[in-house]
């Protein structure tokens, strides 16, 4: 049992330093999604995709970067990342026309 | 833009019954979706109201009322294991896309 496959579970970076967080889905869902998860701000909409090729800016897409070349992978990154970025980041997917979203189990990132 | 409005924080005692009610303003409405998180793990998906009226899953039930832009979620015969936090999400259809929107989330702390 997979569904989706978060890398790394949890990173400590240095300010101005570029990262990538994985995401990996193996349920064959066209929709996928990052969110970031503050505390007392709830999980906030980065990023998502409908549909492998295509992508979407959501509420904070502020410093962050998407690709979907196909439909399993959809990787976040941050070119430069800054303390503000500090802050818990899941990837989900859904079937296109459906309210369920399947999360991972997140990747903390810590930048100093 | 979307927003959602839910109680911060809630208590009970086990065996109790208690509301977790969610107001939200957004376009292009299409449903509201319910989440628990644990402390330290995952979203997961409780249930989805597309259209008016109570949908029941075991213990927990949903409601939605359109015209009022409101719903809620009703947790009965409390268990300790029902404290977590609960999300309600609204799903918006723009320009033919899916996505979700989150309320900054409910802790529900059940007591014995």
């Known amino acids: 049992i997979a569904g989706i496959t978060q890398a790394p579970t949890s990173q400590i970076l240095a300010a101005g330093r570029r990262m990538t967080l994985r995401c990996t889905q193996d349920?064959?869902?066209?929709?996928m999604y990052w969110y970031r998860q503050d505390l007392g701000l709830g999980l906030r909409l980065i990023h998502y995709?409908?549909?492998?090729?295509?992508?979407g800016k959501g509420e904070v897409p502020d410093g962050y970067s998407v690709s979907r070349a196909n439909t399993d992978d959809f990787p976040l990154t941050l070119a430069s990342a800054v303390p503000s970025q500090t802050s818990v980041y899941f990837c989900?997917?859904?079937?296109?026309?459906?309210?369920?979203?399947?999360f991972g189990e997140g990747s903390r990132l810590t930048v100093l | 833009g979307q927003s959602l409005e839910q109680p911060s924080e809630v208590t009970a005692v086990e065996g109790a019954i208690v509301q977790i009610n969610c107001t939200y303003q957004?376009?292009?409405?299409?449903?509201l979706s319910w989440y628990q998180q644990h402390d330290g793990g995952a979203p997961t998906f409780l249930s989805y109201?597309?259209?008016?009226g109570l949908e029941e899953t075991g213990r927990f039930s949903s409601f939605l009322s359109r015209s009022d832009s409101y719903g809620y979620l009703l947790l009965q015969e409390l268990q300790m294991k029902d404290s977590a936090s609960y999300f309600c999400?609204?799903?918006?259809?723009?320009?033919?896309?899916?996505?979700?929107?989150f309320g900054k989330g409910t802790m529900l702390l059940v007591s014995p």
């Open positions: 989900a997917s859904s079937d296109r026309g459906t309210g369920e979203l399947f």
């Open positions: 349920m064959r869902h066209n929709a």
């Open positions: 995709s409908n549909t492998a090729g295509t992508t």
């Open positions: 957004t376009s292009g409405f299409y449903g």
């Open positions: 109201n597309g259209l008016d």
């Open positions: 999400a609204v799903r918006d259809l723009n320009s033919g896309y899916s996505t979700l929107t």
